[in-house]
């Protein structure tokens, strides 16, 4: 359509011959990109006067955190623990579940195109769930506490695990498991020995990636309940308290900041 708007560009080289040149795309997307930024501003009523006007509060709440509240740190340690421990299982448990999924979803594995569809479908709901949600869900289920973190911690890692494992099992060579069926072995035992060893480092880099995240998020569940360090921050809040606020931040951060530390070593050395 945009050639047929704005016709090539008919180019004579040195030599005589003409050739077609396309024309640039990109005063087109430019022009796309403000008129899309220009009606979210217009449909989300924002107001940069706004922001300039009370933007200096967000720094008056930053410098009541700081010194943080050093004698609230015993209070913390539990807590802590518990999202750690949401974060680990929750994640160890999605990403094992997340391998017969992308399994089902790999459509060069699967030629039923029903079971990859519905797997790709089971996918693709579980991404649209916000994580927050899913943890409320799952405290109306099993109660307030960390059992229902660690179930939405489960299924964000499954979704996400498997929607990557999935295109990476469709992208690996064939031609090894192509081998062993033809000799008898059945599809599974094909797929455990040939495709899943050439995906296996990058499931696991990305396994670890997703726990990264999972810690950030773990931390957050508490505000619908889903137990850990979220409940003492939304407590925190809530009372302006926040002295107590800065305290669990700087902790968290820390303990951030090691986990993704660690991770990313690890997955140095697997890819």
């Not at 990557?164 to 094909?190: C, D, K, V």
């Amino acid at each position: 359509m945009f050639d047929k708007i704005f016709p090539p560009k008919q180019v004579v080289l040195p030599n005589g011959k003409a050739v077609s040149e396309k024309r640039s795309r990109t005063p087109l997307i430019f022009i796309m990109v403000l008129i899309a930024v220009y009606l979210s501003i217009r449909f989300t009523n924002f107001e940069f006067s706004l922001l300039v006007k009370r933007g200096h509060e967000f720094f008056v709440i930053i410098n009541e955190m700081i010194p943080p509240k050093w004698e609230y740190l015993p209070h913390l340690w539990q807590p802590l623990l518990d999202t750690i421990m949401m974060s680990i299982l929750g994640s160890v448990l999605g990403s094992f579940v997340a391998v017969p999924i992308a399994y089902l979803a790999a459509s060069n594995i699967i030629k039923n195109k029903i079971i990859v569809m519905v797997a790709r479908i089971f996918l693709s709901i579980l991404r649209t769930m916000p994580t927050l949600v899913t943890a409320l869900i799952a405290t109306f289920i099993f109660g307030l506490g960390t059992i229902a973190g660690t179930i939405a911690i489960f299924l964000f890692t499954l979704a996400y695990v498997g929607k990557l494992l999935y295109e990476q099992i469709e992208n690996a060579s064939m031609g090894a498991f192509e081998a062993m069926e033809s000799i008898g072995i059945t599809r599974i035992q094909a797929f455990r020995y040939a495709i899943f060893p050439q995906v296996l480092p990058n499931y696991l880099s990305t396994s670890l990636f997703c726990f990264e995240g999972n810690v950030r998020y773990a931390a957050i569940l508490g505000y619908v309940g889903a137990g850990g360090i979220g409940l003492l921050l939304d407590e925190g809040l809530g009372w302006r308290d926040y002295a107590s606020v800065g305290m669990i931040l700087l902790m968290l951060a820390i303990t951030v900041f090691l986990i993704e530390t660690a991770s990313e070593y690890f997955r140095k050395k697997l890819i």
